[in-house]
């Protein structure tokens, strides 16, 4: 397999950004503020990218959360109430000992 080496429009185009836009991105990620990929130097002042390494930063962008079913988060919350309800309780409980002494 062939990875393809891409110019700076190139990138711009697949990731429907502005070049200025690449040159930030780049200009960050060696101050180490962005996880854009690094260019690779072909010649002195030329930079290129790496097909495969554009489509490892575009899935970084596209990566979802997990999340538990919906029947579970409504669980988590009904759980989540009856415990802080007895927690209340127990308080009330706590403070007429409390009172009593």
Do not use: C
Request: charged share 30%.
């Amino acid at each position: 397999m062939e990875n393809k080496i891409l110019l700076v429009h190139e990138v711009s185009a697949m990731l429907r950004v502005s070049e200025s836009t690449i040159n930030r991105w780049t200009a960050e990620s060696r101050r180490g503020e962005n996880t854009f990929p690094l260019p690779v130097s072909v010649k002195r002042g030329k930079r290129r990218w790496t097909l495969e390494s554009i489509e490892v930063f575009i899935n970084s962008l596209y990566v979802k959360p997990q999340r538990p079913p919906r029947q579970q988060r409504r669980n988590a919350k009904a759980f989540q109430e009856r415990q802080s309800a007895a927690d209340r309780a127990l308080n009330r409980y706590r403070t007429k000992e409390e009172a009593q002494s």
